[in-house]
């Protein structure tokens, strides 16, 4: 068993100065709870991702600035659709991809969680706001570690075993979210205004987690943010 599972996280992409990069905050919670992180730059060539791959034990899929391409779940651009990066889409597709022939444990975050559910054949609420009537605001701004709604569970998810609740608090940064669950997966969470917020695999001996808030920010106060990594990381040490 590998006492110190290394685990790869996709970056993301400065338009403006060419530069990839990452948040700290998903590294510094991987790490505290005994993994080492690995950075993967977004370059979608398989050969490269396959390398990767074969040297980690996990994958994170982070958030990101960016929204999925909808051509990609066979919509055109709705008005309010942000900013795409090509590279971005390609390179976390191109992951998830070789990631399922492996079977290696993945928590998707966020952007991560949507473009798994794309990956799976599955689509996208482009605009919350202007698309789900009676939304709550999802995009809560700072301070962005707050808890600002509460989530209802299913019981005997894998979140539900998590969190050991069926009910709890999170925080939230999104302006887009999943609309039709892709395959192998099922709805673990939503919001109370219906927004889906967990989704995870259905398969036996597979974990795959998909959460649309952020634990990142808060798993130094928050004990479910503590748990997901903790739970997420054990994973990757078998």
């Known amino acids: ?27 510094e919670a991987i790490q505290n709870f005994g993994a080492v992180p690995i950075h993967i730059s977004l370059i979608p060539d398989r050969d490269y991702i396959a390398n990767i791959l074969e040297s980690v034990d996990g994958i994170l899929l982070p958030g ?13 651009s709705h008005q309010k659709f942000g900013r795409n990066v090509p590279v971005k889409d390609e ?7 070789l990631a399922e022939e492996k079977q290696i444990p993945i ?14 054949g599955g689509t996208l609420y482009q605009d919350i706001q202007s698309q789900i009537p009676n939304a709550y605001r999802h995009d809560q701004g700072v301070p962005l570690e707050r808890n600002s709604h509460s989530l209802l569970i299913e019981e005997g998810t894998l979140i539900n ?24 997966l099922r709805i673990s969470a939503r919001s109370k205004d219906g927004v889906i917020e ?7 001996g597979r974990f795959i987690l998909g959460v ?11 004990r479910n943010s503590k748990s997901i990594f903790k739970v997420f990381v054990e994973e990757c040490k078998k």
């Open 64 to 76: 990101s600035n960016t929204d999925v391409e909808p051509m990609r779940f066979g919509e055109e």
């Open 198 to 204: 967990c989704i995870e695999d259905i398969r036996d």
């Open 1 to 27: 068993m590998n006492q110190n599972p290394k685990i790869g996280i996709t970056m993301r992409l400065e338009v403006e100065t060419d530069r990839f990069y990452l948040g700290r905050d998903y590294s």
């Open 91 to 97: 390179t976390d597709l191109l992951v998830l991809e």
């Open 107 to 120: 928590l998707a975050i966020c952007f991560g969680m949507q473009i798994l559910n794309v990956f799976r």
């Open 161 to 184: 075993k998590i969190t050991e609740s069926c009910k709890i608090k999170v925080n939230s940064h999104h302006h887009q979210s999943v609309k039709d669950i892709g395959k192998y």
């Open 212 to 222: 649309q808030w952020h634990p990142e920010l808060s798993w130094k106060f928050d």
